[in-house]
């Protein structure tokens, strides 16, 4: 029952507003064919300018109070504000406040996960976990560095080596 009262109001309220935008539509339908016929770039662009005046500024006074339109362009404003700093910090950031691009250290200890991935444990107290399945091979006392990617990636280089592991920082 109350779907059926549902669909009977959409239907009545559907039809009242076509009835009120009929005429609008009308006028405005003739305007913009009459406009597209003319062959001057600039009187048919005059054309378009007259016919918006006539058409649309009445329905915005008459539709559309200015309590409403004043708080969307102030959202508008911020959305577009909060758009344009994503992640801008790190652009503003100088080379200082970046920090350093590598760091070294020596493995105090050594896990290695089910899958071979390793966990390291480095003498500062800092743990770090392999990401990628690469081989590498790691002992305690090693030397390291750390050096960071691109993309906020940072992989592990032992010294001497030539190979690289993917690592995260858990600790």
């Known amino acids: 029952m109350r ?36 062959s001057n770039d600039a009187q048919r662009l005059v054309c378009f300018d007259q016919l918006a ?37 790190v652009l503003k950031k100088t080379e200082e406040e970046r920090g350093p691009d590598s760091i070294t250290g020596t493995i105090s200890n050594l896990k290695q996960l089910i899958r071979g991935q390793w966990v390291v444990y480095f003498e500062s107290g800092q743990k770090w976990q392999q990401q990628d399945s690469i081989k590498i091979k790691l002992k305690v006392g090693d030397t390291v ?11 592990l280089f032992r010294e001497g080596g030539h190979r690289n592991i993917r690592v995260k920082r858990l600790k």
Do not use: H, W
């Open 3 to 38: 779907v059926y009262i549902v669909i009977l109001f959409s239907l009545f309220v559907g039809g009242a507003s076509a009835d009120a935008f009929d005429s609008i539509n009308s006028s405005l339908i003739d305007g913009l064919s009459t406009c597209i016929k003319v």
């Open 53 to 89: 005046q006539r058409n649309v500024a009445p329905l915005r006074s008459k539709n559309v109070s200015d309590e409403v339109v004043a708080p969307i362009e102030q959202v508008k404003s911020e959305e577009t504000k909060i758009i344009d700093d994503f992640s801008k910090e």
């Open 145 to 155: 560095r750390l050096k960071k990617g691109s993309m906020g990636t940072v992989y």
